[in-house]
């Protein structure tokens, strides 16, 4: 086996995940790899108008997605039917290549409500403790809303994200989300435009009662300078965006803002045609001591690090993991 | 020119006005897709003669499989006034040209064994990759069609052919272990692609069908169309 030399961290999978703890770690003066199974990508070189706005190519065909003869998983519905083979896309998209899935998102960009971090504790002092059952599997996630908000703002910032604060502080803010947790600041950019069906559909709600607002985008309403200095265009509304990489450079994606930066940061090594395929582990499977992975010519690779970060997409992270011995996998029978 | 049968206009209504909405939702859950209305008893009328093929233009279909395509293209979507109908539109091309690449060979699908049946919802568990599928469905198609009728699914009327694919996709029979109701779902998804795709892949020529819909095409500026209450009347563009 090939073996290389011993990095700080290394990261399996540069979709969003990865290249912003690429661009974070990098930053700290740690010595950072990442390894993506898939192809080198980036607006100028492969997303341009017209070619990009493919329907067939992109949307019909899947050209951005996990090429299934390659990487392929097995699903059924329900426990009793037999698993079997996705042998070709459907409505469940799976990333690939350089920004991962972070590509080909929509840009609806939405934050947690505050009882989100708290199923368990919220349904409890609303519904009373009778109402989560033993085989309910609810839990907290142990961080709240408030530890939260600073990151959020600081990827809404990041990314330019469109929209209109429904809760500054604590003060509910007309044309918001009045229900939202408190935000420390306005969006970046304002909302986008409406078009006639969200006026029309935000006109009837009003005249219920309701409070419909703008959805959160980082499809872009104005020109942006994100604070790490990269620019990002006004949207032209050429309405290819989910599954499409945008031409424009007005959707935020990890192409547009965080791998730039990585990438130019000399503690960052990109190897792309990586598949990773195990992790290893210390003889008492405690700690993570790197990774083995198929490079690019199809030879297997050992990447020693003291960090490993699985950051391949959680149904990859999961496999990962269970084909390295790590933890044991889900028994829908006993939760 | 004689009227043609009401029925078509019916066919194509459906799917014009279903392509409002976006091409991915019509057609990309092949599992899950919506069949056009059932068509009414055609009325009598001047037989529809099958149009002319371009035969010498074909990459992976053979003669026959081209006719006998283009025998069914031309009722599932048409020849009449107000838009261009399936073969004239370069149905049969698009389709001819897509098996001869990529998605013919199913080359980013799993297509590895062992094969199970499935549940519908469990979508493509077939051996075969659509190339495989159009070339083993309509061999035994055409079998079946002519041990019933004495003649070749390309030689059947208007009447026939609008028969043979209702029963296609409503009361499956067997085509060689393969129901046909799949190679229906396959061929109407690859239709109904064929008509509207950018004109680069050789259906919807001239872009005559995104006129048809008022459809921009690969146009990159819009912002101005999003509060525009006019119906787009601006010509296409298109990649190819
Ligand atoms: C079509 C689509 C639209 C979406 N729209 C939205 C939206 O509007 N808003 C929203 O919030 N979310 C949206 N999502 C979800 C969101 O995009 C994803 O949750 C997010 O991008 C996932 O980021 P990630 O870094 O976890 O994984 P990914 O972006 O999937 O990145 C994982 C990377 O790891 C690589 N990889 C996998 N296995 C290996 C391996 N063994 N070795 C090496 N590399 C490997 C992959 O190639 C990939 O590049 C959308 C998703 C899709 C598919
Ligand atoms: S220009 Fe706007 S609509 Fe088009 S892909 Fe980019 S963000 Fe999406």
């Known amino acids: 086996m090939k073996e290389m030399p011993k990095a700080d961290v290394v990261i399996v999978g540069m979709g969003w995940t990865g290249s912003i703890a690429a661009r974070e770690l990098a930053a700290e003066g740690l010595r950072v790899v990442g390894l993506e199974r898939g192809g080198f990508r980036d607006t100028a070189s492969d997303f341009p108008a017209p070619n990009v706005l493919d329907e067939l190519k992109y949307s019909l065909r899947g050209a951005l997605f996990q090429d299934l003869s390659r990487d392929a998983l097995t699903f059924r519905n329900n426990p009793n039917e037999a698993a079997l083979p996705m042998r070709r896309l459907g409505a469940f998209l799976l990333g690939d290549g350089l920004g991962g899935a972070g590509v080909h998102w929509n840009g609806q960009h939405f934050r947690f409500l505050p009882a989100d971090f708290q199923m368990l504790s919220h349904n409890k002092q609303r519904y009373g403790d009778g109402a989560i059952t033993d085989d309910m599997t609810i839990q907290d996630w142990g961080v709240t809303y408030e530890d939260m908000e600073p990151h959020y703002d600081r990827f809404e910032y990041l990314c330019g994200t469109s929209g209109k604060a429904g809760n500054l502080r604590g003060q509910i803010q007309e044309g918001g989300n009045p229900f939202e947790g408190a935000r420390a600041r306005e969006y970046p950019t304002p909302p986008m435009e409406m078009g006639l069906v969200q006026q029309r559909f935000m006109e009837g709600a009003r005249k219920l009662g309701l409070k419909p607002y703008p959805q959160p985008s980082s499809n872009l309403s104005q020109d942006y300078t994100n604070p790490d200095g990269a620019q990002m265009q006004a949207c032209t509304y050429c309405g290819h965006c989910e599954r499409f990489g945008c031409y424009n450079w007005s959707k935020a994606s990890p192409l547009t803002t965080v791998l730039p930066v990585a990438l130019r940061n000399p503690n960052f090594e990109l190897r792309l045609g990586s598949r990773v395929t195990r992790v290893e582990l210390t003889p008492d499977k405690k700690h993570a001591t790197g990774v083995v992975y198929v490079d690019a010519l199809g030879h297997e690779t050992r990447q020693p690090a003291d960090m490993v970060l699985l950051c391949a997409f959680q149904i990859h992270n999961v496999r990962l993991m269970l084909l390295s011995g790590i933890g044991t996998p889900y028994d829908p029978a006993t939760g | ?240």
Request: aromatic fraction near 8%; include cysteine; charged fraction near 15%.
């Open chain 2, 1 to 240: 020119m004689a009227a043609p049968p009401s029925h078509c206009f019916n066919r194509r209504g459906f799917l014009v006005s279903t392509a409002a909405t976006p091409l991915a939702g019509l057609v990309g859950q092949a599992e899950a897709q919506t069949p056009p209305a059932a068509p009414a008893a055609p009325p009598a009328g001047p037989e529809h003669a099958p149009p002319a093929t371009e035969q010498g233009a074909r990459i992976f279909l053979n003669n026959p499989e081209s006719d006998m395509l283009t025998a069914l293209v031309d009722r599932l979507i048409p020849a009449g006034e107000g838009g261009p109908g399936g073969v004239e539109s370069g149905v049969v091309t698009f389709i001819d040209h897509q098996l001869s690449g990529t998605f013919g060979a199913a080359s980013n699908w799993y297509m590895r064994g062992p094969f199970a049946e499935g549940k519908p919802s469990q979508g493509w568990q077939y051996a075969l990759t659509p190339a495989a599928m159009y070339r083993h469905s309509l061999e035994a198609l055409n079998r079946v069609v002519r041990a019933e009728s004495g003649k070749g699914v390309a030689e059947l009327d208007e009447v026939q052919r609008d028969a043979l694919l209702t029963r296609m996709e409503k009361q499956p029979f067997d085509l060689n272990g393969l129901s046909s109701s799949v190679f229906f779902g396959l061929l109407l998804n690859n239709t109904i692609e064929g008509y509207f795709p950018d004109p680069l892949y050789g259906g919807n020529r001239g872009a005559a069908t995104w006129k048809q819909i008022g459809y921009p095409g690969a146009n990159p500026v819009r912002g101005d169309l999003v509060t525009d209450k006019t119906p787009y009347d601006g010509d296409p563009v298109s990649i190819g």
